[in-house]
């Protein structure tokens, strides 16, 4: 496919998708086929040639969509539907003609405009300096080495899902808990010093 071509099917394309979000009501909700059942709609392996636009998009009706669950339509409760709308569509290929993937702000520029629209605080996302060390997720590991990096004067940022540094594992999970468990067992061993003949003032609490 050419860039002529890409221009005609792009169009029958953009006919087949409005068609389809203007009647996606009258499809049913959820399919009603059961597992296994394009095995008796296509060859047992892949063509070796590549087969004619008609015959690929006639398959889409005859092959994909009994076996489509339809998260457009008004009945479908299981989920949300996401960027489904005209100008989000539009915007996917625009986005896939570019190609690309999204690790950096050079590969892939954003603005903030959706934290600000979600009434982030201002220091929860990125101010576009340039930071020496960005640790994702300040963990344990990540936590010391944020502040062994800050120690030696990088410019560090911690990338935190939460409003407390140090995640689940430093405030809530691991650490807390094996410090519980470490000191539980050192209470019940203070109580029963007696039995290893050791005297000491008897612990309270």
């Not at 890409?6 to 597992?35: C, H, S, T, W």
């Not at 003609?97 to 600000?116: E, H, Q, R, Y």
């Not at 590991?141 to 689940?168: F, M, R, S």
Request: hydrophobic share 35%; proline share 5%; net charge negative.
């Amino acid at each position: 496919m050419d860039a002529a071509e890409f221009r005609v099917r792009g169009k029958e394309i953009e006919d087949m998708v409005a068609d389809y979000l203007e009647n996606v009501q009258n499809r049913p909700v959820y399919p009603a086929v059961q597992p296994g059942y394009m095995h008796q709609l296509l060859p047992e392996t892949a063509p070796e040639t590549a087969e004619s636009w008609e015959d690929v998009i006639g398959d889409i009706e005859r092959v994909i969509m009994p076996g489509t669950a339809h998260w457009n339509h008004s009945q479908f409760h299981g989920y949300f539907p996401s960027a489904r709308s005209y100008a989000a569509i539009c915007a996917d290929i625009l986005s896939d003609a570019m190609g690309g993937l999204g690790f950096t702000w050079a590969t892939k520029t954003v603005k903030s405009w959706s934290c600000t629209s979600y009434v982030i605080q201002s220091r929860h996302y990125s101010n576009g300096e340039a930071q020496d060390l960005v640790v994702i997720g300040s963990g344990p590991g990540g936590y010391v080495a944020a502040i062994k990096a800050a120690q030696l004067g990088l410019k560090t940022t911690c990338v935190e899902k939460d409003p407390t540094l140090g995640g689940t594992c430093l405030n809530v999970g691991c650490i807390p808990s094996k410090s519980l468990l470490n000191n539980s067992h050192l209470y019940h061993m203070a109580h029963s010093r007696s039995h290893f003949r050791v005297s000491a003032i008897t612990p309270t609490g």
